[in-house]
Nanobody
Framework: QVQLVESGGGLVQPGGSLRLSCAASGSIFSVNAMGWYRQAPGKQRELVAVIISGGATYYEDSVKGRFTISRDNGMNTVDLQMNSLKPEDTAVYYC?????????WGQGTQVTVSS
């Protein structure tokens, strides 16, 4: 089994920054990708950013230029640096790890952008 633990959420004013971190542990052998998803109230969960095993990254259009995903392979951690936050970024953010076509999820961390 794989366990994911997120940290770093909170309340921030528009224009502010937050850094989310996710630590993976357990039966980790060959990770295809790690990433971050978010789910706002009344909306479906959506991909925010992902980094695949070769290092390539993908960002959802609305966060390009504001968010940066990074991964420490040796520590099995993935971070999401979020800058220039907007109220529409408010959501529960979930860490995801994909291994052998299986998806594992963290418990989620709330990010609220409000003045």
């Amino acid at each position: 089994q794989v366990q994911l633990v997120e940290s770093g959420g909170g309340l921030v004013q528009p224009g502010g920054s937050l850094r989310l971190s996710c630590a993976a542990s357990g039966s980790i052998f060959s990770v295809n990708a790690m990433g971050w998803y978010r789910q706002a109230p009344g909306k479906q969960r959506e991909l925010v950013a992902v980094i695949i095993s070769g290092g390539a990254t993908y960002y959802e259009d609305s966060v390009k230029g504001r968010f940066t995903i990074s991964r420490d392979n040796g520590m099995n951690t993935v971070d999401l640096q979020m800058n220039s936050l907007k109220p529409e970024d408010t959501a529960v953010y979930y860490c995801n790890l994909n291994q052998y076509s299986e998806n594992y999820w963290g418990q989620g961390t709330q990010v609220t952008v409000s003045s």
